[in-house]
Nanobody
């Protein structure tokens, strides 16, 4: 059974930083790219960042490029998202999920964790 447990969210002022973590189990972590996704109120879930299996290549959406850093620890089956220079428009529930090969789509679209809320005030 796939389990995804996000943590590290909180409320910060614009310009602040947060580090999100996602502990995973129930599938071969080192066989999958990993992604961070977010969903703001009344908006569709979007992919924020993706990292390859060995952690050497990361891709970001333009709005978070140069502010967010995705990383992974394959020994701990955990993926991280360091978020700096946060903006009010980053406010959302953040989720992790393995990424389907060659895409930015979640590999397990029905197996989401509870997410972690990030709220950025101006």
């Amino acid at each position: 059974q796939v389990q995804l447990r996000e943590s590290g969210g909180g409320s910060v002022q614009a310009g602040g930083s947060l580090r999100l973590s996602c502990a995973t189990s129930g599938y071969p972590f080192t066989s999958y790219y990993m992604g961070w996704f977010r969903q703001a109120p009344d908006k569709e879930r979007e992919t924020v960042a993706r990292i390859n299996v060995d952690g050497s290549i990361a891709v970001y959406i333009p709005s978070v490029q140069d502010r967010f850093t995705i990383s992974r620890d394959n020994a701990k089956n955990t993926v991280y998202l360091q978020m700096n220079s946060l903006k009010p428009e980053d406010t959302a529930m953040y989720y992790c999920n393995p990424v389907a090969p060659g895409t930015f789509a979640p590999a397990f679209p029905i197996d989401w964790g509870q997410g972690t809320q990030v709220t950025v005030s101006s």
